[in-house]
């Protein structure tokens, strides 16, 4: 069914400009990448917004003009139970519309685009089907690819499996961000948890893992939180974290961001804090010559983002680390008959001829908090019960404050200052601008109202905050994962405390009007404005989104409640070593990369040792 | 201690009671790397576990065979291991070594089982070819169901593990009327010289004390058969072998001297095959025959020195074997043949005439074992003696110099023609418990002809053809 009339509808398209009318067709790009459900959702809602345009007016949205549309979609937004739906519904056309727009202005000037370093590449269907090494990791993203160099440069013949494909800073700099997107993103970027409220979970499916489209932020463990692994958890590795965390800021090249390149949304959060007097300071990123492309979500156009694919992976591949790529593990193969009790032997590895294994007596599991709990149990290695539980994430919420100039915030970096003044309160916000359409910030509006905002979108500054979390989480599933998460209490507050603070900044850098993002209360025009909006509101009601998945293979020393001991290996089973997010024991309240590299490295040294 | 108990014992300490054989053929494609065509291949293996296959465990094998790839290998020499786990592990891994165009290959693959396809796990055999570690080619192999599964089936065996030392120990218990025989037979390669080493218990019929005697022989290449004897000496049971009057046979190890040091023999034995049951293994086990003939290993290899009046022998790898003999005492007539085929393929013949009334009237019995690629023909020792009632058993024409065995079992047929010279051959006079005597006619030194042929669409075809000269171990007996 086509989409034009939901489109044009939303957007308003009067026929005045030409990008309008392309949005359909790059909505349909979009949807063919997400999963059945959210293809199957979109769609019913438009069938069930053309079903009331006929009911009202004896006609689909189509053949109605443009004051006809306005109003059957005035109607829609009186209903308030139904604006949190309508908003859903805008989130995949804001993200065609955005790119759509940002297009007819031409393309991005395109600068000399470095050479990576090389790789040493096979596609799953190239791969043999009966092969052998001394360690399979299960993952490139940032765990996987730690241990994988820590391993070959051990000397291991070590073979990485990587689900997704490789993508070249070259081909990032050639295609529009947007089909980057539906590419770098599992399910599209559309992968959510269930819950109440549900969350929008991205987590990138490439060679180089999330890191490839993260924002490049590096944060180093928090000494409490260290503190709390070590001596509270039993997760003794934490004590030797500051030499592990050393060697991965030296291999990431992390350094302060440079200030002429932060951009304007980042000058207006450090004014803010200034004005304010809150502790705020340009992020610590490992993007050494970061242009300011604002492109970080979609992969660095240019080459400065030090993702492990451009900085770990190669030296991986030059101590004799091959990386296998297309290529999803359907099991790790195990033998049960092994004195001592079961023993990994390798994997296996799905593909349309049958699939293929690799033996090995090492297998790193570096999937992703979550994919490896599905991964382990189809493996048979599923029966630890706290395995899958403590998810742990970052639920985050943004808010934009208009300005009366320009901002323009996609010129600039992407995230580009950390305000650190509620951190001790879990709260962390961070000045995050993104390409229009993909952050989860969504403009208020439909029709006119919604064209209205997106002509005037550069005037926008926009704010995250994320916060730190109660594990409160559980991946579901074998063979589809499923996440169920529940937002706690104390979380609930602090999200709003985070909404309120990122007001006041934006109050304090001089906007005339907060977004909230509230669907029934979107505009604040003062601060006394934003606190009555809030105080009548629920962060069940905020547009929330989640990041930085932890905690679901957590490794600690109790044998009853993690299903890793405190080196890093899957209990019940002998040769499964686990190195990504999801060994960390509860959440490490700042961006995870370096946590989740130096968690990698000392696990994998730990096993060198034995 | 009997053999029978041995193995008895053998398996209460913990080793496995029986192993497992059979033989596998898969046919496939290769693709080498460099190449961008597809070859054809066939494998043929013969697989041993020391241990019956266990189903619900994994069990590890050797591997031997033949691979052939079409314009690249044929290799008959072929070896490698299976790990066999069909449901612990689910997954049958092949690890084959062979050599193309002079290069050492690997072909390493695995059948992965599993429920959901279980006909098309089991049988086909994705593998990747590897070169000194590093990868060349890839390819796939598939057990033809069709044609090769009741053959695989059929091919089934789960012989008992048998340890060569464990035959060496005494089979005498104390009845009278009883010979007992351990003899060794060796080629020199270097000197082209022939030893033979006879150790001897008789037990006399009219049970008085008995004794153990022997002899030594060697036959130079070049000059008269030598020949030395030693006992008659008092008997001491031993545990395993034989020890009498300063000659010992012990597991590994053959020493003594006879004539008061004119031969002197000092040899280290080298098992290099499993045991040959010349007569029917039962026969061992339980003397009901007159006689029963076995070798502990078929093929064995000697070092040491052999020394005979100013001469010594300095042996090395040479290749020979041991053989023993239970019974109540000589044939009426006998004609024996041990002839080492080369590439570990080993003919054993014994032919005889019994003395027991009745017996005594018949054509000799045959019974012949060769034993070619591992494997025995014919399959059971019965078959050549008696044959379906008396038809089709194998015959035998036992003259001198030359006599013949000849005989057809299924699709093949066999001629062996063994020529003892006389200036080659030794003359021992043979004494039987009940005092009667025989004569033997032996020599290290014989030739041998062998044709063996295979029925091929109407005709006979010549399957393989031996002619040993001077390297047969051959022996005719006469009253």
């Known amino acids: ?610 | 201690m009997s053999a029978d108990t041995a193995s008895r014992t053998a398996t209460s300490s913990g080793r496995p009671a029986r192993g497992t054989v059979f033989r596998e053929t898969m046919l496939g494609t290769l693709r080498l790397d460099d190449e961008d065509r597809i070859r054809r291949v066939r494998l043929d293996l013969r697989v041993g576990a020391d241990r019956s296959i266990r189903p619900l465990g994994t069990t590890e094998a050797r591997a031997t065979g033949r691979i052939r790839v079409a314009g690249w290998a044929d290799d008959s020499c072929a070896e490698g291991e299976l790990e066999i786990s069909p449901l612990a592990r689910r997954r049958i891994r092949y690890r084959i070594t062979f050599t193309a165009d002079g290069r050492r290959l690997t072909v390493d693959g695995w059948k992965s089982v599993t429920p959901r396809r279980p006909l098309t796990s089991m049988t086909v055999l994705p593998y990747t070819l590897y070169e000194a570690g590093a990868r060349i080619g890839t390819g796939t192999l598939r057990f033809p169901v069709g044609t090769q599964l009741l053959r695989f089936l059929a091919s089934f065996r789960f012989p008992r593990p048998q340890d060569p030392d464990a035959f060496l120990a005494p089979r005498w218990r104390g009845e009278p009327g009883r010979t007992e025989v351990w003899y060794t037979t060796v080629t020199d390669p270097d000197t082209g010289c022939g030893l033979w080493l006879h150790h001897e218990l008789t037990a006399p019929a009219d049970g008085s004390e008995p004794y153990a005697h022997g002899w030594a022989a060697v036959f130079p290449k070049h000059g008269p058969v030598r020949h030395a004897r030693f006992g008659p000496a008092r008997w001491t049971p031993e545990e395993s072998g034989f020890s009498a009057d300063g000659a010992t046979v012990r597991p590994g190890r053959l020493s003594g001297s006879a004539e008061g040091g004119a031969l002197r023999w000092d040899l280290a034995e080298r098992p290099a095959d499993e045991p040959l049951f010349t007569f029917p293994r039962w026969s061992w086990r339980r003397p009901l025959l007159p006689a029963a003939h076995m070798l502990p290993a078929a093929r064995a290899s000697y070092d040491g020195t052999f020394a005979h009046d100013d001469e010594t022998l300095t042996l090395t790898a040479a290749p020979g074997a041991s053989a023993r003999i239970y019974g109540h005492g000589n044939a009426r007539r006998w004609a024996w043949l041990h002839a080492d085929l080369g590439g570990g393929d080993i003919l054993e013949i014994v032919a005889a005439v019994s003395m027991r009334p009745g017996l005594r009237r018949l054509p000799p019995l045959v019974f012949l074992r060769l034993r070619r690629q591992g494997r025995n023909w014919p399959r059971r020792p019965e078959r050549p003696a008696l044959g379906w009632a008396g038809a089709g058993r194998f015959r035998a024409a036992l003259a001198l110099p030359t006599w013949t065995v000849t005989g057809r079992c299924g699709l093949r047929r066999i001629r062996v023609e063994v020529t003892q010279p006389a200036d080659r051959t030794l003359v021992v006079d043979y004494t039987d418990p009940d005092g009667r005597h025989a004569t033997c006619r032996n020599s290290e030194r014989a030739d041998a002809r062998i044709r063996l042929e295979r029925w091929w669409w109407g005709g006979w075809r010549t399957e393989a053809e031996w002619r040993l000269d001077g390297t047969a171990h051959a022996e005719v007996g006469t009253r």
């Open chain 1, 1 to 610: 069914m086509s989409l034009n009339g939901l489109v044009a509808a939303l957007i308003a398209d009067d026929g005045t400009a030409e990008w309008p009318q392309r949005v359909p067709v790059r909505l349909d790009t979009v949807l063919a990448k997400m999963p059945l459900l959210a293809r199957v959702g979109v769609r019913t809602a438009a069938h069930a917004v053309d079903a009331y345009a006929m009911a009202r007016t004896g006609r689909t949205l189509g053949p109605l003009t443009v004051p006809e549309r306005e109003a059957v979609l005035a109607e829609l937004a009186a209903r308030p139970a139904l604006l949190p739906l309508l908003d859903v519904l805008k989130v995949p056309v804001l993200l065609a519309a955005g790119t759509e727009r940002m297009l007819q202005d031409g393309p991005a000037p395109r600068g000399l685009t470095p050479q990576d370093p090389p790789l040493d590449l096979t596609p799953a269907p190239a791969w043999a089907a009966r092969s052998t090494a001394d360690a399979v990791v299960i993952g490139s993203g940032a765990g996987g690819a730690m241990a994988a160099r820590t391993l070959a440069r051990a000397g291991l013949d070590v073979v990485v499996l990587e689900e997704g494909r490789h993508h070249s800073t070259e081909s990032f700099g050639r295609r529009a961000p947007l089909d980057r997107f539906t590419e770098l993103y599992r399910d599209g970027g559309a992968s959510a948890a269930v819950g109440n409220p549900p969350l929008l979970l991205p987590v990138g499916r490439a060679v180089g893992g999330t890191t490839v489209v993260n924002s490049g932020t590096c944060y180093r463990t928090p000494g409490h939180v260290l503190d709390h692994w070590s001596k509270h958890l039993g997760f003794a590795l934490a004590d030797g974290f500051d030499r592990q965390l050393d060697e991965v800021e030296r291999t990431l090249r992390v350094a302060t961001q440079p200030t002429p390149v932060l951009g304007t949304n980042g000058r207006i959060a450090l004014a803010g804090a200034r004005e304010l007097g809150w502790r705020a300071a340009p992020l610590r990123r490992n993007a050494p010559g970061c242009q300011g492309s604002c492109q970080c979500v979609v992969g660095c156009p240019t080459g400065a983002k030090q993702s492990v694919q451009l900085s770990v992976l190669p030296d991986a591949c030059a101590a004799g680390a091959r990386i296998v790529t297309d290529a999803r593990v359907e099991r790790i193969l195990v033998d049960t008959d092994r004195p001592g009790g079961p023993r990994a032997a390798g994997v296996r590895v799905r593909r349309s001829d049958g699939g293929f294994e690799i033996l090995a007596p090492l297998v790193v599991v570096a999937a992703g908090a979550l994919q490896s709990p599905p991964l382990l149990r189809r493996s048979g290695l599923g029966r630890h019960p706290r395995l899958g539980r403590n998810l742990s994430v970052h639920p985050a919420t943004s808010v934009a404050g208009r300005f009366a100039e320009p901002v323009t915030a996609w010129k600039g970096v992407l995230q580009s200052v950390g305000v650190e003044e509620h951190h001790t309160q879990g709260i962390l916000i961070e000045a995050t601008a993104t390409p229009p359409g993909m952050g989860s910030f969504i403009l208020p509006g439909l029709g006119g109202e919604l064209r209205r905002e997106l002509e005037s979108a550069d005037r926008l500054a926009t704010l995250g905050a994320m916060i730190a979390d109660r594990p409160s989480g559980r991946v579901l599933g074998r063979d589809r994962t499923l996440i169920r998460y529940d937002l706690d209490h104390r979380d609930a507050d602090r999200l709003i405390r985070a909404v309120r603070a990122m007001g006041e900044l934006l109050f304090a850098a001089g906007a005339e009007e907060v977004l909230t993002g509230i669907p029934r209360t979107p505009r604040a025009r003062s601060l006394p404005e934003l606190d009555a909006v809030l105080a009548g509101t629920s962060a069940r009601r905020l547009h929330l989104s989640a990041y930085h998945p932890t905690g679901t293979v957590a490794a600690g020393a109790s044998p009853q409640h993690f299903p890793a001991d405190p080196e890093g290996r899957l209990r019940g089973v002998h040769g499964v070593l686990v190195t990504d997010a999801s060994v960390l024991p509860s959440c490490p309240q700042v961006n995870p990369q370096l946590s989740i590299m130096a968690a990698a490295l000392a696990i994998a040294d730990a096993y060198l040792q034995e």
